[in-house]
């Protein structure tokens, strides 16, 4: 007992530094970025571990160089790799094997550069 | 020690159903994202009494779950258990039986406003514990999931029935036992942070274990208050079980309120 309370209290430190250390990950790349940026409405996210799974999916296409899901604001961002094409129907899918529904006529696209 | 044999047999077998009184929160809910696995590990407390002796019991149960598709996960769970009296002259400890839970999206319906699923799932345990502390018989188990969750709130439900000793290998089988548990849950999100939320929920678990094998039928009702605190993949949760009501039938234990202390993390 006395052994599995001990991995526990070095496993919950552990788990929030590989969090940290992942978003500072994400923050580095967001300001090398150099693309366009589409964003995406989204619907059936109800909470924060629920933009993980999203993020997971949407970023097996391969034109998308990252993604950001807000499970706040309902939203998923996605940068496109440069000189790429984002299939809509590719991502409608991935979407949907996340469990979400992607809201369709949603997109808004913003150049960052 | 004679007098002590009956009340920790009826206990024993008690305990098997008692594993499965909910907390936290509809375990798993429905089906997750393809190709996403969740893992959750606890630290449960209960103790019952029954008059003669008061049984304490530690768990450590440890989840693993994987979305095979979108609409179908499966799920397997590992518990560690120490169990014993108050003076520590009975103890039983050891790995109970492997659970395993295969389910399936019936309904997902997402809008705007909210979204809507229902998940029906099979399940059996494995008999494959501690002698210590598994009857090594199976159990097989039906129920369903049903989550209705307005944005930042969430009613979830989940209901089973379980077969207990499907092959008839006990003299005293403790009974078939049926269950509901719901949660009412809010997610309130950190305005400077939106992969950090606080959830307060509310639990209902009920339990009815029918008479078998001599033993008289059990009810129970618990009311569970707690909280999580998520973290983008990472959550803590951490749970009382206070029984609110329980049937007094002959024999039956006293059960005291229950602690629940989790992590659960997905990737």
């Not at chain 1, 250390?21 to 923050?27: C, I």
């Not at chain 2, 429905?30 to 606890?42: C, E, K, N, S």
């Not at chain 2, 036992?177 to 307060?200: C, D, H, R």
Request: include cysteine; proline fraction near 5%.
């Amino acid at each position: 007992m006395k052994t599995l309370i001990t991995i526990i209290l070095i496993a919950i430190p552990a788990l929030i530094y590989a969090q940290s250390e992942n978003g500072h990950a994400y923050q580095a790349e967001k300001k090398t970025a150099q693309t366009d940026t589409l964003t995406f409405t989204v619907y059936g996210m109800d909470c924060p571990g629920c933009e993980g799974g999203l993020e997971k999916q949407v970023n097996k296409i391969p034109a998308i160089e990252y993604s950001q899901a807000s499970w706040v604001n309902q939203e998923l961002k996605i940068v496109v790799k440069p000189d790429s094409s984002l299939d809509t129907d590719e991502l409608e899918r991935r979407v949907k094997k996340a469990n979400f529904t992607l809201h369709k006529g949603s997109k808004k696209r913003k150049n960052e550069e | 020690m004679k007098n002590k044999i009956v009340p920790i047999l009826l206990l024993t077998l008690l305990f098997q159903a008692e594993l499965s009184a909910g907390g936290i929160s509809v375990d798993a809910g429905l089906t997750p994202p393809q190709d996403r696995f969740m893992f959750r590990t606890q630290y449960r407390y209960m103790s019952m009494h029954n008059g003669l002796m008061t049984m304490n019991t530690h768990m450590v149960p440890m989840v693993l779950a994987y979305g095979i598709t979108s609409g179908f996960t499966l799920m397997a769970r590992g518990m560690y258990v120490h169990r014993a009296d108050e003076n520590n002259s009975m103890v039983n400890r050891g790995v109970n039986d492997l659970f395993v839970l295969s389910k399936f999206r019936l309904l997902r319906k997402n809008t705007a406003s909210y979204s809507f699923g229902i998940a029906p799932y099979l399940a059996s345990n494995l008999p494959v514990g501690s002698t210590e502390i598994s009857n090594r018989t199976w159990n097989p188990e039906i129920g369903f999931n049903i989550s209705f969750r307005p944005r930042f709130f969430a009613i979830d439900m989940s209901t089973s029935y379980v077969i207990t000793d499907i092959s008839g290998k006990l003299v005293n089988n403790p009974g078939n036992v049926y269950m509901i548990n719901t949660a009412f849950s809010a997610l309130i999100p950190f305005k400077s942070n939106s992969e950090f939320a606080i959830s307060p929920v509310l639990e209902g678990s009920y339990l009815n274990q029918q008479a078998g094998g001599g033993n008289p039928s059990n009810e129970i009702l618990f009311a569970s208050p707690g909280v999580s605190f998520i973290y983008s993949n990472l959550a803590l949760e951490g749970l009382v079980q206070l029984p609110v009501y329980q049937d007094k039938n002959l024999g039956s234990p006293d059960q005291n309120a229950r602690l629940i202390l989790g992590i659960k993390y997905m990737f």
